[in-house]
């Protein structure tokens, strides 16, 4: 893990594997796989599959193998990020841009020391994180040369109204962003006026009907939308 006994997480990680090793292998085993006294300690554990899994588990639930793979091989992190992007698109992306996004992205997670639930949050469009990453490091499969995330005065003349109805916004390549708290959740969502309604996804649906924002009372039947792309969804209406 490329790091020294002063890192807690990787010590506790290395004590939890040592005691996995502790007293499992039979001395026939262990002579198998030494040459001129050296153990070959990755081919007895390849040889057992239930121990590389409890090995491999000590690592998993640190629940900080992303940060450490940032702390520690910056280039493989660099590299991962950039692979799964370009395999994520059927586009001709801006490896630069790609590039400029991986590191931004590792800088960060180890700035702001990401745990592995906290980075699992980038797949929900809406949270936080994703936003802040987006704003900060750009988007990687855009085709525009630069982002538009900054508030200018000349937007202000499109309000009109009291001071006590305005409201602050975000916005990033033109659009418009609000934070909002809906139940125990505070996400970003696209402020769309030309929307008929707004759609949630089946995980928000599930902690506001855990949390008792809706109700079963609040359930209109199924209607179809629309999407942008001219596709037609079935939802359930509220």
Sequence with gaps: MNK?????????????RANKLDRHFSNKQ???YTTNDFIDLAGLITEDDSLKQAMDSCYINSGQTILLQAEGF???FIS?????IRSNSEKTL???RVESFCN?????????KLSDSEMETLNNPNSLLFYEMISNCGDP???RKSMENNWTSDMEKDIQGPTSD??????????TYLKVKIGSQVQIWLFDTGASDLLINKDIETILKNENVIQDKNYLGIGEYEMANGMIDTCRRY
């Design 30 to 32: 262990v002579k198998k």
């Design 74 to 76: 910056g280039e493989e």
């Design 141 to 143: 499969f855009s085709t």
């Design 104 to 112: 931004c992205q590792l800088n960060m997670v180890k700035s702001k």
């Design 94 to 96: 801006d490896i630069k």
């Design 80 to 84: 991962n990020c950039t692979k799964s």
């Design 4 to 16: 020294d006994r002063t890192d807690q997480t990787a010590v506790s990680i290395c004590e939890c």
């Design 166 to 175: 305005t409201i602050k916004v975000l916005t990033i390549n033109g659009m």
